[in-house]
RNA sequence: GGGCAGUUGGCGGAGUGGUCAAUCGCAACAGACUGUAAAUCUGUCGGGCAACGCCCUACGGAGGUUCGAAUCCUUCACUGCCCA
């Protein structure tokens, strides 16, 4: 029969009035928690494709350093939003933000549920919330900016920035140079406050409906995971990805290259310490990134927590989160309002 | 068996009578985040609290000197080096 232990399996494809509330199902979570395997589970039942939410994983050619799953592991699911750049190509939150939009369209054409699986906790956010209106970065004005910087010291822009745009100034340290520069450079490009165009958007956009279920683990689960996977990534090539990639003439100051791993091993290759020191700090880098996502994402309202167990298995993870996404579709085929009710886990 | 050196908070390591709950480094914990976000930045870090101040326990154990000790003395334990 098709029904097991009194639970009805959902169709996978998604009937014309849940298209129209524009469904989507977002896995969170710290890295090296297990999302992508569990994605792969949930894509497999519903009939659908894997979104990537992940700032890193956009860069062909880096792979391993940035945990790509690897084709065996997709198991035959189409794995989107991944390779979409060079390493030395811009990309941002508002290029995610247009990619993925047409990725879902494309899935909403097919009745199909979108499915988002990512750590890339902004690129979530803006994605289900929108971004404010201002321009993007102007390399030259951006380099420019940077270059004022470095010659006269972040405190004199930070103090311009106190002088045309006390809001945003006040919501930042002055030693937070990135984002000075980005609020000094929203200013001289539209003449504007990056707190006014902040102010109206207020991540008010609500273009989907959408079911967040974040991932958890123990903390020492997580960290020991963490340093299995670091091993793991070193044992199968890493450090020769990493080489590669700069002989390819991909610069150590280009973005790409300052995520987690190629800058340890970069540093690494270019003998500013040893292999042991690039391993702890591959791994301690790592361990803090994971506490950041943590961060951001138990900040971020409505996730459905679930946490794994040790020796939980994939199957058994991904069958729990089924079933809160079977709820949510029925929630949308009700025409009931999905309110979110509390998390089964806090984080 | 003898001599010398040492034992400090999660770790390393300063401090040698009061201004020490103890410089600093590491690790950890917590937070911020609107087109670089695996980035960038901040705070906490013996314990407790009605918490910009108060209380408690603390610098190997015990005892002592002193108004007052992590700092001086005695002794015990342990560790390292050297001589047997």
Redesign the pocket.
């Known amino acids: 029969m098709g029904v097991t232990d009194g639970c009805v399996l959902s169709m996978p494809l998604l009937t014309e009035k849940q298209v129209g509330l524009k469904p989507v199902v977002v896995l969170v979570g710290p ?1 090296a928690v297990g999302k992508s395997r569990v994605a792969v589970e949930i894509a497999k039942r519903f009939d659908t494709e894997v979104l990537a939410a ?4 956009v860069y062909r050619g880096m792979d391993i ?3 790509k799953p690897p084709v065996e592991d997709r198991q035959g699911i189409p794995h989107r939003l991944l390779d979409l750049v060079e390493p030395n190509q ?6 995610y933000c247009r990619h993925a939009g047409e990725a879902i369209g494309r899935l909403y054409g097919e009745h199909r549920l979108p499915l988002i699986v990512g ?5 979530v956010r803006t994605l289900l919330r ?8 102007d390399p030259n004005v ?1 380099a420019r900016l940077r270059q004022e910087a470095r010659d006269e010291g972040i405190d004199r822009l930070y103090a311009r920035l106190a002088q045309a745009d006390p809001s945003s100034a006040s ?1 930042l ?1 002055h ?5 000075v ?2 609020a000094l450079e ?1 200013y001289e490009l539209t003449g504007r406050t990056m707190a006014s ?3 109206e ?3 008010g956009g609500r273009p989907y409906r959408a079911l967040l279920i974040g991932l958890l683990r123990d ?1 020492d689960a997580l960290y020991r995971r963490i340093e299995e996977r670091i091993d793991r990534q070193l044992a199968s090539g890493f450090v020769e990805e990493t080489q590669r990639l700069l002989d390819l003439g991909y610069e150590r100051d280009c ?1 790409a290259m ?4 190629y ?1 340890q091993v970069a540093a690494y290759l270019s003998g500013e310490y040893d292999r042991d020191e690039m391993v702890r ?1 591959f791994k ?2 790592t ?3 994971a ?6 994402f ?2 971020e309202p409505d996730i459905r927590w679930l946490t794994i167990d040790e020796g939980e298995s994939i199957a058994r993870t991904a069958e729990r989160a089924m079933e809160l996404i079977d709820r949510f579709l029925a929630s949308l085929e009700d025409g009931a309002v999905a309110a979110g009710s509390p998390s089964d886990d806090a984080p």
């Open positions: 890295t992940d700032s890193r994983q350093g940035t945990d811009p990309f941002n939150a508002g290029l750590g890339t906790g902004l690129y929108g971004l404010c209106t201002a321009p993007p970065a951006r919501k340290h030693r937070d140079t990135s984002k520069i980005r929203v165009f902040q102010d958007h207020g991540f903390r973005s300052k995520g987690l791993g800058r700090r301690r880098d361990r803090r990134f506490k950041r996502q943590l961060t951001w138990r900040r």
